[in-house]
């Protein structure tokens, strides 16, 4: 086997080399051979050291800003540690390059991010329950002009069934231009407060609308609107029935007291010399006299019947006295006319406990509208009944009903307008049913209505065309106090 101390010297002896040479040629290969794998290796080592020492600046940086995230520094800090690093080259040195110290830094940051999702969570699911609970309906567009948010009073109002508002736009839900309206100019900035009338699907309804910007959520601008919907329907009404009251009554109170200035004034320009104008415009001063009182007495009347606080004195009804009341009332007006008053049954509802003056005030309203309508010469009949309402699974809720029915033979309501008589002021027109008789105030069945209300009871009419009119009321026997 040859080997290298074999191999070698013949190899220099046939290139014909000495040996010197050969020993030298060798020694500087090896020399070389070693200068070169030292370069090498300390390149090596400068590019590894360059690397570790950006990757701890880069390392340095994000420690500083997950602490700036955690709230553990500030952006001037940060800044502050990001040119520390640049000069000193070192991210060890400038603090923050340690590998743990971002461990801490991210950690603190998870805790932070995770309780400001728990509070967010929390915040948002509390907002929802607040606007939920909320009776007035509520409703957010966002930038696209949809529905982003809405409460449950909004879906149960526009009865929205196996669907929901959200993501339909506003000129869907709503068609009234005056919401529209109130929506662009909300999301142009500006807040606006209007009574707008919609009709949903429970009926026609007034709604007080409020429409007011929503703000972007970072930054300047508007994003969206937000819609609140009040139903102001009973108040609109009772504002409006106390305008109407004022104005009917002004001109109720207008006409007989017009007509007794006239009246005063002829028989002071010489009327009272001639016996026949003077008996006359007495007469009439008489009649308008005896109006107003009525009317004063009607208003009085009304004025207690619908105050809430009306007192209900429970008593033994005596029939006896509320018939003579009643028959001293009317007998002479129905002489005027020929009408005749009767009672039936009456004797079925002694000893009941009511409150006696507010059946007799009941009964004087029912009498006194039918004797304006009555035909001359018929009678007015009135019923009363009562009928005991047992129930056999709870004796002690065992209660008696009063019904009195106060019955005319004249020309009847109109349809149209029997809905209408319950109200203030309201008169049937005589022009289309042909009756002629005494004016009343319009107050009478109204009076009815609130008395009725107050003794737990309620009312209603039965009119046929050209054959007469009954009206009725169901009291309980027993019905609940207010007040004693």
Request: proline content about 4%; glycine content about 8%; charged content about 25%.
């Amino acid at each position: 086997m040859l080997d290298r101390d074999t191999i070698w010297p013949g190899l220099v002896m046939t290139a014909g080399v000495s040996a010197s040479a050969v020993v030298a040629l060798t020694s500087g290969s090896v020399a070389l051979t070693a200068l070169t794998g030292a370069g090498f290796i300390a390149g090596s080592w400068v590019l590894l050291i360059a690397r570790a020492k950006r990757r701890s600046r880069r390392l340095a940086r994000l420690t500083a800003e997950a602490n700036r995230l955690a709230g553990l520094s500030t952006p001037q800090q940060v800044q502050a540690t990001a040119r520390a690093t640049m000069s000193s080259g070192d991210g060890e040195s400038a603090g923050g390059g340690d590998p743990r110290a971002l461990e801490q830094a991210l950690t603190t940051l998870g805790d932070r991010l995770g309780k400001q999702i728990k509070e967010l969570a929390k915040k948002s699911r509390n907002l929802g329950a607040l606007i939920d609970g909320l009776t007035e309906p509520v409703i957010v567009t966002g930038d696209d002009q949809r529905v982003i948010m809405c409460n449950n009073a909004a879906e149960r109002m526009l009865s929205v069934e196996g669907s929901t508002l959200i993501g339909r736009s506003v000129r869907e839900v709503f068609t009234r231009e005056e919401v529209l309206r109130l929506h662009d100019r909300a999301r142009a900035g500006q807040s606006s407060v209007e009574q707008v009338v919609l009709t949903i699907p429970g009926g026609r309804r007034t709604f007080q609308v409020a429409s007011s910007p929503l703000p972007a959520a970072w930054g300047e601008g508007v994003y969206g609107a937000v819609l609140v919907l009040r139903d102001v329907t009973e108040l609109a009404q009772a504002v409006q029935q106390q305008t109407d009251f004022v104005a009917n009554a002004s001109h109720e109170l207008r006409t007989p007291v017009a007509a007794l200035r006239i009246a005063i004034e002829t028989l002071q320009d010489g009327g009272a010399e001639d016996p026949s104008i003077r008996d006359r415009f007495l007469s009439m001063c008489a009649n308008h006299v005896q109006r107003l009182e009525e009317m004063i007495r009607d208003l009085l009347d009304l004025s207690r019947a619908e105050s809430r606080q009306l007192p209900v004195r429970l008593q033994p009804l005596d029939v006896d006295e509320l018939e003579r009341a009643l028959r001293t009332i009317f007998e002479p007006i129905c002489a005027e006319r020929g009408l005749t008053l009767e009672f039936n049954g009456l004797a079925s509802a002694r000893g009941v406990m009511t409150d006696p003056r507010l059946l007799q005030l009941i009964v004087r309203n029912l009498i006194d509208n039918a004797t304006k309508f009555a035909h001359e010469r018929t009678p007015i009949v009135v019923t009363v009944r009562v009928t005991p309402e047992a129930r056999e699974q709870d004796e002690e809720q065992s209660r008696a009903t009063m019904r009195i029915e106060v019955k005319d033979k004249g020309q009847g309501i109109p349809l149209a307008q029997q809905e209408r008589v319950f109200e203030r002021f309201f008169q049937v027109d005589t022009a289309r049913t042909g009756v002629t008789g005494r004016r009343g105030s319009g107050l009478g069945l109204a009076i009815v209505r609130h008395a009725c209300d107050a003794l737990g009871g309620r009312v209603g009419i039965n009119s046929v065309w050209g054959t007469g009119t009954t009206v009725w009321v169901e009291l309980p026997v027993n019905p609940p106090t207010k007040s004693t």
